[in-house]
């Protein structure tokens, strides 16, 4: 393929469904803006842009959008928060909760408390603007911003306080899920190496600090911080799911857990395992949770097991590889993929 063979075949349409369909979860999507046909032909003078013809289009299509999903009126300024801005925070917030570890390399331990006590007060400001930026968001979508504007500093200054208070049990839950991998990966030589190498691990930190903010009412926050997550380890954990302590998530590629899952104490999960609802969509409108699987403590759910809706997992059960799971699990049972068999757990 010479080079004109190739621009032309990234720059040719590509045939797909059509636009505009409604959507279960939103708004109705606009109708797309007719665009002029692409000329595969390039010339010389084609280097030159019309950028003047490109901004205007792009602002054809924005508002064309925003009218069609009713955010027509234009707020004051940038009403959410940066994606830079939180990844920051967390790298941030890494190094508080595991100083000589994730913080930085010239750190000496007689300079421990004074590292986190700066670092603290600094990235606790930070996300208090974040959040803020929330807040004000939810409340111009809500028609209340005049109402609120008042009251959001302060609601933003009290979950980042209760976040900065919860600290200390975020990093005890954090020490147990590192035990559990270092005891869950026997080439590992020491905890150091887990916590430095192991995305499972990584992806424990950024959820329970998520799950706080969830909780706390910052839940916009708190999918960022989750998807961060899901972009650096593969590991996709909704910021609503509650994880028991000692959770090991081995290699970790894959897995999927959903808002609703509730997982328990020393659970371990292998690669591209699916915890989630059913296929039955949500209604428009409705803020009610769909059934999702509740996992209880020391099971196993091995590569690739899929668990689907209101599923109950009974304590030191085992879920076989491949597994595509929608009934619920005695305690001490064995599911394996081939047979579908049940029986008692193997040591």
Do not use: K
């Amino acid at each position: 393929m010479n080079a004109t063979d190739l621009l032309q075949s990234l720059t040719r349409p590509a045939a797909t469904q059509p636009l505009g369909a409604p959507d279960p979860h939103g708004p109705i999507m606009p109708t797309p803006v007719p665009l002029e046909p692409v000329n595969d032909a390039l010339s010389p003078a084609d280097a030159q842009l019309d950028l003047d013809q490109i901004v205007t289009s792009l602002r054809t299509v924005r508002l064309s959008w925003r009218e069609a999903s009713g955010r027509s009126r234009e707020p004051a300024g940038r009403e959410l928060p940066s994606p830079d801005t939180v990844a920051h925070i967390m790298d941030d917030l890494c190094g508080v909760l595991f100083p000589m570890r994730l913080g930085p390399p010239e750190l000496r331990p007689q300079e421990e408390d004074i590292y986190v006590r700066r670092t603290l007060g600094q990235t606790l400001q930070f996300l208090q603007g974040q959040v803020r930026l929330e807040l004000a968001h939810d409340a111009r979508l809500l028609d209340e911003e005049q109402r609120n504007r008042g009251e959001l500093p302060e609601l933003a200054r009290q979950v980042v306080n209760n976040l900065a208070r919860s600290l200390p049990v975020i990093r005890s839950l954090l020490d147990s899920d590192v035990a559990a991998a270092f005891h869950g990966q026997p080439s590992a030589r020491n905890v150091d190496e887990i916590l430095l190498c192991c995305p499972g691990v990584r992806a424990m930190i950024h959820h329970r600090v998520a799950h706080r903010l969830h909780r706390l009412g910052a839940r916009l926050l708190a999918r960022m911080v989750s998807d961060l997550a899901h972009s650096r380890t593969g590991i996709d954990i909704h910021p609503g799911a509650t994880i028991g302590a000692g959770c090991f998530i081995d290699h970790g590629n894959g897995v999927v857990i959903g808002e609703g899952v509730r997982i328990g104490r020393q659970v371990r999960i292998h690669q591209a395992v699916t915890l989630d609802a059913g296929d039955s969509p949500r209604q428009p409108g409705s803020t009610a949770l769909l059934a999702y699987p509740t996992v209880g403590d020391d099971v196993v759910l091995h590569a690739g097991a899929t668990v689907l809706g209101g599923v109950s997992i009974g304590q030191g059960a085992r879920i076989g590889g491949n597994v595509w799971l929608t009934d619920d699990v005695p305690a001490g049972a064995l599911v394996s993929q081939a047979t579908l068999r049940q029986g008692p757990a193997r040591p």
